[in-house]
T-cell receptor, first 114, second 109 residues
């Protein structure tokens, strides 16, 4: 399965600022997703990162708050914009070839907004 | 709409006891079902896929379309099985995975 490098692994940010999280994969993958895992909660899908086009966002998530880029089949970024303490969470990148095989997850970015 | 239900937040058993982690799903199409496990301080990792019908670390899971369930079972729990277990559902043109709320399995010595 693909090996994912996610950066940064953690960060503490001031409210009102933005943080960009990077997801680098060691092989070309068709599917790439961004999830959020709030403290003590399950994983919630933020969006599907589509190569060469705009991301597809889930209900409750908008592009202005979580802009996503995917310039090629091995790399994506998620930006958390204008952060507030409610954005404190673990953000996870997930990749795969197709859903039937299951997806691989990165180690996550633990974000704390103060 | 896709939905996954894991009714138990916590399941505590003694070492050597059988384990069953429940998962029910709601999906109108042909489902792809998975169990993921997250050990303490480790990343989420795929444990089982329904399509492969395999046994991993002694765990098995059978898809029951009539009951819309995909329960995870192990006949004899080990202390190293203690972890958070998530049931996940995929399918359809979007290829996205939706997760249940997770069950924390605690195996007591």
């Amino acid at each position: 399965s693909a090996v994912i490098s996610q950066k940064p692994s953690r960060d503490i940010c001031q409210r009102g600022t933005s943080l960009t999280i990077q997801c680098q994969v060691d092989s070309q993958v068709t599917m790439m997703f961004w999830y959020r895992q709030q403290p003590g909660q399950s994983l919630t899908l933020i969006a599907t990162a589509n190569q060469g086009s705009e991301a597809t966002y889930e209900s409750g998530f908008v592009i202005d708050k979580f802009p996503i880029s995917r310039p090629n089949l091995t790399f994506s970024t998620l930006t958390v914009s204008n952060m507030s303490p409610e954005d404190s969470s673990i953000y996870l990148c997930s990749v795969g070839v197709e859903v039937g095989y299951g997806y691989t997850f990165g180690s996550g970015t633990r974000l704390t907004v103060v | 709409a896709q939905r996954v239900t894991q009714p138990e937040k916590l399941l505590s058993v003694f070492k050597g006891a059988p384990v069953e982690l429940k998962c029910n799903y709601s999906y109108s199409g042909s489902p792809e079902l998975f169990w993921y496990v997250q050990y303490s301080r480790q990343r989420l990792q795929l444990l089982l896929r329904h399509i492969s019908r395999e046994s991993i670390k002694g765990f098995t899971a059978d898809l029951n379309k009539g009951e819309t369930s995909f329960h995870l079972k192990k006949p004899f729990a080990q202390e190293e099985d203690s972890a958070m277990y998530y049931c996940a559902l995929g399918g359809g043109a979007t290829n996205k995975l939706i997760f249940g709320t997770g069950t924390l399995l605690a195996v007591q010595p």
